[in-house]
């Protein structure tokens, strides 16, 4: 953020007043970092990472960039991977002043391992069960802003139309091809299905119904436009959305296989839109905050 502002400044200002800020900043995150050491002092950050879901490797990923920069700022650390015995994890958290939840998708974002947590009076970071089991469900999700005006695209449930067949012919009707088939408790780009015709789409749902719980597919209307994404975080002085990011990448979709591809994509930082476009964004992102009863933290995609 110090480096996207400053950038920024020098387009439009002297270069002592860019270099007054920078000082200002630095100064802000020396005294930040600062307070955070005595806050952890006489005790550690447990990194939790790894777990069984369809997401790890990108688990493991995040959480060892997450380590290596406590560790860079002296801060006491270590990684656990939560795929052990429930009481040899508590014994291996015992002396964590705070767990930060590297954990991707299953158990570890559905408000499963928040409730353990909670249970055994372990702090973490991240939102609570109530908004990690809503935000875990897309259907859940898409149900909660549509109520309250947030723009999310068309869909039809698989549990509605009761068999396949009713469920093709509904999707086809009301969405037209191409379409998404998705699984709605999957993320990082698993279960995420690009249908271009009947055939396609009967073979794909044939072999979803076998192996998932038909509650949680469903299809969903293909909208076309940029790659966005945007953090929400709670501040003493109330949620504040970060700069916006746009994700660059070639193909149809932001896929599981493009996001896990070496260089498949490029996060641009800050995305170069619009004010008012900006504005909308944020607006969405602070609306989806509160709506999820979120804390802390939260990360909302958007095809803008």
């Not at 429930?86 to 409730?115: C, M, P, R, V």
């Not at 069960?129 to 723009?151: C, D, E, R």
């Not at 790659?227 to 916006?244: K, Q």
Request: some cysteine; proline content about 3%; overall charge positive.
């Amino acid at each position: 953020i110090l480096e996207i502002s400053l950038t920024r400044l020098e387009k439009t200002h002297p270069p002592y007043m860019a270099l007054s800020y920078q000082n200002k900043m630095e100064s802000n995150l020396t005294k930040l970092i600062k307070r955070l050491k005595i806050i952890l002092s006489n005790g550690e950050v447990v990194v939790l990472g790894g777990g069984d879901s369809s997401e790890k490797r990108a688990s493991i990923i995040s959480s060892d960039r997450v380590l290596k920069t406590l560790q860079k700022l002296q801060i006491k650390s270590r990684l656990v991977d939560p795929r052990i015995s429930k009481n040899s994890l508590l014994k291996a958290l015992e002396d964590a002043k705070i767990i930060f939840l590297g954990l991707h998708g299953g158990y570890g974002e559905n408000g499963t391992i928040q409730g353990w947590l909670d249970f055994n009076g372990i702090k973490y970071t991240g939102s609570g069960i109530l908004a990690s089991a809503i935000g875990m469900n897309k259907i859940v999700t898409k149900k909660l802003f549509i109520g309250i005006k947030i723009p999310t695209p068309e869909f039809v449930e698989y549990v509605e139309c009761q068999n396949q067949g009713k469920f093709i012919d509904k999707s086809e009707r009301l969405l037209k091809y191409p379409l998404f088939i998705k699984v709605a408790n999957e993320g990082s780009g698993n279960g995420v299905f690009l249908i271009q015709d009947r055939i396609e789409f009967q073979k794909v749902i044939y072999n979803l119904v076998k192996t998932i719980d038909s509650k949680v597919l469903y299809s969903e209307r293909l909208i076309t436009g940029r790659e966005l994404s945007v953090c929400t975080v709670e501040t003493e002085n109330g949620i504040v959305a970060l700069p916006i990011l746009e994700v660059k990448f070639d193909g149809n979709f932001f896929s599981e296989s493009v996001r896990t591809k070496p260089n498949g994509y490029k996060n641009i930082v800050p995305a170069n839109l619009e004010r008012k476009s900006k504005k909308q964004i944020r607006d969405v992102a602070v609306s989806a905050h509160k709506s999820l009863s979120a804390n802390s933290y939260l990360r909302l995609d958007i095809k803008l």
